[in-house]
């Protein structure tokens, strides 16, 4: 046996080859998943300044949820508002910074689906505009569900905490609402609703994830460093292990 395979196949150097390759796996694990989620930023980016379209040509019908691409995208709403499809989310800051309401409406669309529209800001319920049954036409930006409050209380009855599809399905036991809302950010669909800001979109000057790009390109750098540094001691104990055998020769 060589002196390279004698040390290369030593307990000692049979652990480190291990630890090596496991270290090399993790750091272009992370790149991937770096890479993935400069890819989803992007897509949001683009989503930001993408020209309005209508609804349904946005969201197709058998879409099953909302990816990167059309989170934050703007579109055009236009459908009847579904009688006892309203729903109020409590405990919201107005532009003012004002505690009140957001009012959330089922709107049909002409496909026949109904979306989640977040209408405005209200000061109580009692003073939002009453739209059941009326045709609107508004526009506004496709968002996520808040799903940061899993533990939020849902009631049947009694304004919800945050905009999620349990909640709006508790609600509106007759209309099941699709992946998303979508918040308006144009004219309201009437009097009395306040501007709401919506969480994703907001910025279409959205800049480049050159840093999100940086780290992606870092993992695997240190992937490299790891192999250099493993090839560099396997070397020095090879060249070490040579020296060895030939002291012994002569």
Known sequence: ???AARVLLSPAW???SALALIGVALCVLLSWWQYQRTQDQIAVAEAAVAQLQPFEAAVPADAAGLDAGLLG?????TGQVVPGARSYIRSRLSSDDEVGYLVVDGVRLADGRV???????VPDPESAPQLAGRTVTVTGRIQPYENFYPGAPVSA?????TIT???LDTQWPADTPGAGYVAVTGTPAATGFGPVTPLV????DVPFPVQNIFYTVQWLI???VIVVIWGRFLREDIRAARAVESEARG
């Open 1 to 3: 046996m060589t002196p």
């Open 14 to 16: 049979l652990l480190r």
């Open 73 to 77: 995208r703007h579109v055009l709403v």
């Open 115 to 121: 979306v989640a529209v977040l209408q405005g800001w």
């Open 157 to 161: 009855e009694e304004p919800l905490v």
């Open 165 to 167: 599809a349990a909640g």
């Open 201 to 204: 979109g907001t910025d279409p």
């Open 222 to 224: 240190f992937a490299g």
